[in-house]
């Protein structure tokens, strides 16, 4: 049997072999395995020298300076980190956030932790394609307002959000940007100086680095305060306590060089797959879009297949690995919030797939995925309409 074709990059993915190898140099006790915060001895400082490396990687890619990273689990706990230790670092300059409808549920859930701590949100909605317009968050702002947070790519539909202009509007009424940038590293430049980010959440294992580490930029900047979620030993200028994973951070700062290196050409790559994917399919009847690809990376596409049934096309694709937005509860299915929030009717939205594709997805993977979408459907449909 053939593995299946594996086209869920957007949730996972695989650690790069190059990034593997420098991980399990820091682990056993031939390697720099040793605690990164004892100073009195010579293994204590190579396990330093090792994160305060990746520490400069990962702040690389971002043209950041490298104290202005704070090692987190990963991106949700950055998501947490800067959203509550923002807003309760801040309690006294006002207590309104504003953010989106269609944010990963690391930013929903923890602003709606917000609220039940008296903070205010104003959730905004997007448009089709996914984006939040500048217009449409000035007319959110409020002399209250301390902090927005819109992430830069979307993990559903791949829209890119125009940071540039988000970031500006937000200085204007005296708030600060947070962006969860955990699907935009890697894919799209994120210059945090030029595009004006004051807080930006970054994981490892969307950008081919192991799961169970991410990072919180945050600008240094005497007016930006966090209050720390995670007390302890006072570790990351005691923004967050705990033993530094070394061989964790050392992965990550190899995947983050690595993304600074092969990000643009992998892109390239990915958008020749990507179009040779969406012509494999274009003659199929009722299939569309759900991703706007002039305004999204190159590697999500979501796609709606009408009049068939979500869940028997997931089962007559089981050679793809893929993913549906959609949510189990226990008595039903629910469509994907967020293509709900871009406005996809119902039944369109229990019939979208995402496909995601990444630097080791082949030309081969995307003629079988074509394929096996091609005949799925055709089965599907006539036995719906014999
Ligand atoms: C994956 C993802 C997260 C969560 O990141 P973890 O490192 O798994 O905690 C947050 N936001 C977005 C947009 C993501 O895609």
Redo the contacts with the bound molecule.
Sequence with gaps: MTSPVYLDY???TPVDPRVADVMSRHLTLDGTFANPASRSHMPGWLAEQAVESARRQVADLINADPREIVWT???????NLAILGYLRGNRERGRHMVTSII??K??IDTAEAAEKEGFEVSWLTPGADGRITPQQLADAMRPDTVLVSL?A???ELGSIHDLAALSQVAHEHGAVLHV?A??GSGRISLDVEALGIDLM?L????VYGP????ALYVKRSPDLRIEALIHGGGHERGMRSGTLPTHQIAGMGEAFALAAQHGEEDQARITALRDQLLSTIADIDGVCCNTDIQVSVPNILNLGFDGVDGESLLMALRDIALSTGSACNSASVEPSYVLKGIGVPRRLALSSLRLSLGRFTTQDDIERAGQALRHALTGLRERAAP
């Excluded at 689990?73 to 998501?79: C, I, P, V």
């Design positions: 957007a949730a996972t689990s990963g991106a949700t706990e950055a998501d944010e990963h690391a930013v992430m790519v979307n993990n969860d955990a699907q959440s994981s490892g294992h969307k799961k169970g580490i991410g």
